[in-house]
């Protein structure tokens, strides 16, 4: 992590033991910077909460920094560019148990906070703004993110993890400090908003939402945001974090559907009707197992070596699997898949030789070395794949 440079706008800078923190990312925002700050600092004074405004400054060129120290704020300089590196920095820096934070460009009201104060105190770890319930006013929010970017990426993370979350994206949201620090968040870019979110479900804590208005921002640049790079690194983030969705569903439907046709059509030709399914649509089958075995294993590398990094939460299920069945037996079905491959291979040589190795007629041959061929690499993928979950086993222990 980049060092953190922290200006305090007095001497003695703010007491240690606060309640809150109202923290606010900045990168050239000094049209609505001061605006901002101004309304939390009211906030806190209205409410009588002990508290400060921190700014979590990412290399600000426009005066942003002296205008957050002139009206009060604590200014926070976080080199590492990216809106997730500086929330992560500003949290790291926040004196407060709790923690609201929102953007800087005066799209969220900071002069109603008290329904993320009270959840918080309440016992709440995270508390959401949800926009979609509090309103979205004229011009806030692009049709783009209001129908299809947000609902979709909401919907997968409600899918994938189960979070109690409608809208994911939220820049406004309060959270107690400590149970946030200790989710170890690492994602340097519009991302850790997401990030936020999943890692406090896996985890368990108790998270609500608030309604929440979004208004229009009062900048006249284009915003930071950029809507399908940061919409995909969003998404991939969703994939990349849970490894059933990616590899092992998908690869497992693949799988099964495979095997179900080479059942069906190892025999012989399947007539539907007027519709016949014969060796080309084997061979097909026989890929479509061989591609979803390919992708479980997957599911299980990277399940295991993600764990093993702390990127993604343990699947105990498969490590109690590993337990029981480890690198020997994985050995000797793979050797008996490579076997039986073998043995379909010296079966389809010996139609080829009944007909004198000339022209093949029929597909009974065909059949079996696409069999054939399936089940030596099967055997192999296994086999390989055997020896190098027992590697991550020997770092993992070795760690």
Known sequence: MDRVETRDNDAGGAPPGLELTILMPCLNEAETLGTCVRK??????RSGIAGEVLVADNGSTDGSQAIAEGLGARVVAVPARGYGAALIAGIAAARGRFVIMGDSDDSYDFTDLDAFVAKLRDGYALVMGNRFRGGIRPGAMPALHRYL???VLS???RVFFGAPVRDFHCGLRGFDRDAIRALDLRAPGMEFASEMVVKATVQGLRITEVPTTLSPDGRSRPPHL????DGWRHLRFLLVFCPRWLFLYP??????????ATALLLPGPLHVGSVT???HTLLYGAGAVIMGFQAVQFWAFAQLYGAQQGV??????????LARFGLEPALIVAGLLVLAGLGLGVAAVALWGAQRFGPLEGMGAMRMAIASVTSMVLGLQMAFGAFFVALLGMMRAGG
């Open 40 to 45: 939390a600092m009211g906030y806190l004074a």
């Open 149 to 151: 970017g947000n609902p």
């Open 155 to 157: 919907t997968i993370g």
């Open 226 to 229: 950029r809507s399908w790079r």
């Open 251 to 260: 690869g497992g439907a693949l799988f099964l559907a495979g095997l179900v």
């Open 277 to 279: 399914f014969d060796v």
């Open 312 to 321: 993604v939460p343990e699947e105990k299920r498969l490590t109690a699997l």
